[in-house]
């Protein structure tokens, strides 16, 4: 399980865009950001990797490229969903912030925003590839 924490990286490269696309300075807005999709991409991780578990344990598949693709794709909606409401709620925040009592929430919605974007793609087409190198499911 711990494969999941990988995908770290993938969230930080998109707020670490977002960062310099906005104004490029970290304020505590822009940290709060940075745990809120810490937690979120982990989520979207978690349930992707207990996907795969469930389908070697208890279906029985193998653990190959097919069963990773099929975990993938029945993980699709779910992981877009997730990513999809949380980026759409943060949208009108980070659009409106520069306006006054916004400096806080307009940092931390961009970077939330941009995180989404980078790790749901990287979720879902390199955490396959990198638990099929390294991950083992036990029966």
Do not use: C
């Not at 070697?56 to 990513?83: C, D, F, H, Q, Y």
């Not at 520069?98 to 790790?119: F, H, K, N, V, Y």
């Amino acid at each position: 399980m711990s494969l999941v924490l990988v995908n770290l990286p993938f969230s930080l490269v998109g707020g670490v865009i977002a960062v310099l696309l906005t104004n490029g300075v970290l304020s505590i807005g822009s940290l709060v950001g940075f745990i809120t999709l810490f937690g979120i991409t982990l989520r979207n991780s978690i349930m992707l990797v207990s996907h795969f578990q469930y389908l070697v344990v208890e279906e029985g598949l193998p653990w190959n490229a097919e069963t990773a693709i099929r975990g993938a794709k029945e993980r699709l909606p779910s992981i877009l969903i997730t990513a999809l409401v949380t980026a759409l709620a943060m949208l009108p925040i980070a659009m409106n912030s520069d306006s006054p009592g916004r400096e806080i929430m307009g940092p931390m919605a961009s970077i939330i925003i941009g995180g989404l974007i980078s790790s749901t793609i990287l979720n879902l087409l390199v955490l396959p590839s990198i638990m099929l190198r390294y991950g083992r499911f036990v029966k």
